[in-house]
């Protein structure tokens, strides 16, 4: 893409501005709010293509910020935190964020991280055989659209579950490792990765099962890792 818009949130003025710096010179647009609050009425009103996300803010913090976009929005979006400790890691994970990033961050880092989302969701045509729809028995992913579909009703993923259901979709019956799975979506080694899968494991079913427990299409093999069924 071109020019891609970025939403920059956080309370801390001197962050949201040196962030800003960085993005413009990689040739990006940059929007800024400085709490959940206002950066929900921005979506409304500017195309955003990723948003960056601080988690401790007033009115409205990341956490529920990122809830609430996630009702209606798949944009991509990575957390950004002081908080070091794996569950905040997890819960970001668990209500639909994409990546997450410790303060203090090298803004070098965090922008090649932008740029890794940025290709994986915005540039579509990286994609081969995106005209393609995958259908196994009823659970449908078109990949031009980037949409899912259970029996013909719509599923809302974000971007990493679509990505993660699309990687196994394509495989079907193949099982994967956790630390391949990792590895194929965020595009990184998958050290200690166990947690971060195993939540967007447990979100994809409870969005494409009847009953996520005794799941249908994403089965759990002890011990190896996951697939879909064929």
């Not at 609050?37 to 500017?46: G, K, P, R, S």
């Not at 290709?119 to 009823?138: I, P, S, W």
């Not at 979709?169 to 595009?187: H, L, P, Q, T």
């Amino acid at each position: 893409m071109n020019e891609a818009n970025i939403l920059v949130v956080d309370d801390d003025k001197e962050i949201r501005d040196g962030i800003e710096i960085y993005l413009k010179n990689e040739g990006m647009s940059v929007l800024k709010a400085s709490d959940g609050i206002e950066a929900i009425e921005l979506l409304q009103h500017h195309p955003v293509h990723l948003i960056i996300l601080d988690v401790m803010m007033p009115r409205m913090d990341g956490i529920t910020a990122t809830f609430k976009i996630r009702e209606k929005r798949n944009i991509p979006i990575i957390i950004l935190s002081a908080k070091s400790e794996n569950y905040d890691k997890v819960l970001g994970l668990q209500v639909g964020a994409d990546d997450y990033v410790t303060k203090p961050f090298d803004p070098l880092e965090l922008i090649a991280r932008v740029k890794s989302q940025l290709r994986r969701y915005v540039a579509l045509g990286t994609y081969e055989g995106l005209q393609k729809v995958l259908d196994l028995n009823g659970l449908t992913l078109d990949r031009a659209a980037k949409e899912a579909a259970v029996n013909g009703d719509p599923v809302r993923l974000t971007p990493i579950e679509y990505r993660m259901l699309e990687l196994l979709m394509m495989n079907a019956g193949r099982v994967f490792s956790i630390d391949e799975i990792y590895e194929r979506v965020w595009k990184e080694p998958g050290f200690n990765a166990e947690n971060t899968v195993a939540v967007h494991i447990r979100k994809i079913r409870e969005k494409i099962e009847i009953d996520p427990k005794n799941p249908r299409y994403l089965k759990v093999v002890w011990g190896i890792g996951y697939k879909i069924e064929k």
